[in-house]
Nanobody, 126 residues
Framework: VQLQASGGGLVQAGGSLRLSCAAS????????MGWFRQAPGKEREFLGV????????YYAASVKGRFTISRDNARNTVYLQMNSLKPEDTAVYYC????????????????????WGQGTLVTVSS
């Protein structure tokens, strides 16, 4: 699976942005898809994950209620809708795919994901 994240850019605080992650490969529809971000000098942070069917989502406390993950398996694309953005949301955002779905769902660590996109930069100005 190859992942391509897009949609980043500059937005004012309080604004919204939607990121997309396009996947190639026939197995995409069977993978859980997650979003992470990494700010300069910080570790990569888990944001949320969605099951292969889209029926379940799980979010980090820091973004719950502001960020929403969805997916369109017909388009091999997963989305991250970000609302009420804050300057501290500034980071490079990554999508990732997890091949395994089981009792340890939701995956929340970088090691749980098998494939990664290249990242897209989001800058939130105050």
């Amino acid at each position: 699976v190859q992942l391509q994240a897009s949609g980043g850019g500059l937005v004012q605080a309080g604004g919204s942005l939607r990121l997309s992650c396009a996947a190639s490969g026939r197995s995409f529809t069977s993978y859980s898809m997650g979003w992470f971000r990494q700010a300069p000098g910080k570790e990569r942070e888990f944001l949320g994950v969605i099951t292969w069917s889209g029926d379940l989502t799980y979010y980090a406390a820091s973004v719950k209620g502001r960020f929403t993950i969805s997916r369109d398996n017909a388009r091999n694309t997963v989305y991250l809708q970000m609302n009420s953005l804050k300057p501290e949301d500034t980071a490079v955002y990554y999508c990732a795919a997890d091949r395994v779905y089981g009792v340890n769902w939701p995956p929340t660590t970088t090691s749980a994901f098998d494939y990664w996109g290249q990242g897209t930069l989001v800058t939130v100005s105050s």
